[in-house]
């Protein structure tokens, strides 16, 4: 049967692209139905408070950076986008003087311009945010050495995904965007092998960090929550993590505070996670096959799927 054409961007793949009985269903839950949905596998967290989500967020970058030892090498992959948790990561860890030189980190995504990644000095740029809010502030005597963190070149993304073989990526950590991304893991295009349908969750999978032609919705959503709205000064492109490392990772840790994505989207990938509803158009939807992985939600940031005029 034919697949429903986007509704935000024909030229794309994305969630609207789904049969229409799964969107309803999605819409249809209640936060007490997503409870529900935790299986082996997909654990669900809710959160009273957005002091006991960001503070639960920053913990789970300590456990794991301070686990690490030089036989052992561990650590944590993290995003920009929250980015709430890192001054809090950066103040456990100065304030209980917790000894992370043996940690390791690795960013999820850089935008990408120009024939690179952006510039350091970008306001844009994710690793300056990672630097600026959380890891330039931990006190020199504490914290790992700069070959610890894993930020994505351009000229080094090989090098990139071998240093998960190196250390071990104990979570991975993220947001979860509009286009029902991890990272920078958007569906692709609607065109060449991809026309008629988007591509079998197996080939998606295969994919490891690389460049990434961003989906509008994307572009859109980082102008809003980044950019100050200015839509032109987001990159089309961005380096990614990509399922290849992720599936390296021990556990996925999506964090849902109300703000990346709305309330359908928090339902609807919780939805096909639990139910194992794998389809490309939503790339989280993948995660159904990582054998740990676990939702955390602040529950007042949930909202509710109808019709509302302001």
Known sequence: MMRNNSKVASGWWDYTTLDPAILND???????????LSRPGFAIKFYDTLESFYLAEALEYVDCLSKSTADRPCGICGPVGPTEQLPLVAQIINDLDIDVREGHFWAMDEWYAEGKEVAID????????????????????????????????????????????????LVMQGGQGETKH??????????????????????????????????????????????????????????????????KTKRVS???AGIHDNPFGMRLT?????????????????????????????????????????
């Open 26 to 36: 999605a819409a249809g839950l209640e936060a007490e139905d997503l409870r529900q």
């Open 122 to 169: 970008n306001p844009l740029s994710f690793a300056k945010a990672d630097m600026d809010l959380c890891f330039s502030r931990i006190k020199p005597s504490l914290r790992m050495p700069n070959r610890n963190l894993h930020f994505l070149r351009a000229d080094n993304v090989a090098g990139y995904t071998a240093s998960y073989d190196d250390s071990e990526c």
């Open 182 to 247: 991890w990272a920078f893991n958007d569906p692709p295009e609607r065109t060449g092998a991809y026309a008629s349908e988007p591509p079998a969750p197996a080939e998606y999978r295969k994919l490891s960090a690389r460049v990434v032609k961003l989906h509008p919705m994307t572009i859109i959503q980082n102008a809003r929550t980044s950019g100050g709205g200015v839509v032109s000064d987001i990159p089309s492109y961005a380096l990614s993590v990509g399922p290849v490392e992720t599936w």
């Open 254 to 256: 999506i964090w849902h």
């Open 270 to 310: 919780a939805l096909m996670i639990s139910k194992r509803i794998v389809d490309s158009s939503v790339p989280m939807s993948l995660l159904a096959d990582h054998p740990d992985v676990k939702f955390n939600y602040f529950a007042g940031g949930l909202g509710k799927c109808k019709a509302e005029m302001h």
